[in-house]
Nanobody, 124 residues
Framework: QVQLVESGGGLVQAGASLRLSCAASGLTITNYDMGWFRQAPGKEREFVAAIRWIDIQQAADSVKGRFTISRDNAKNAVYLQMDSLKPEDTAVYYC??????????????????WGQGTQVTASS
């Protein structure tokens, strides 16, 4: 049974940092593209960043230069370092996994497995 468990969310002031973690079980992350998505109230789920086993990365323009995705293969975990948080970053953040295809996709509909989400709130 595949499980993705996020942690590390919280309430911070704008400009602060948070580090999200995603612990995977039931799959080996080196066989998957691992992504982070977020969903704010009343909005559609949106792509944040993704990483492939050979360190190919992709990030949304809105977070480039502020957020960094990384992984630890030995721990079977993926991380999202979020710096200089803004109020517009407030959302539930989800970890997701997709079996490797030709290239990383930002389309959340195409991901196979999802975590339960963790709330991130950046107050102004």
């Amino acid at each position: 049974q595949v499980q993705l468990v996020e942690s590390g969310g919280g309430l911070v002031q704008a400009g602060a940092s948070l580090r999200l973690s995603c612990a995977a079980s039931g799959l080996t992350i080196t066989n998957y593209d691992m992504g982070w998505f977020r969903q704010a109230p009343g909005k559609e789920r949106e792509f944040v960043a993704a990483i492939r086993w050979i360190d190919i990365q992709q990030a949304a323009d809105s977070v480039k230069g502020r957020f960094t995705i990384s992984r630890d293969n030995a721990k079977n975990a993926v991380y999202l370092q979020m710096d200089s948080l803004k109020p517009e970053d407030t959302a539930v953040y989800y970890c997701a996994a997709r079996g490797i295809r030709s290239r990383i996709t930002p389309d959340w509909h195409l991901y196979d497995y999802w975590g339960q989400g963790t709330q991130v709130t950046a107050s102004s």
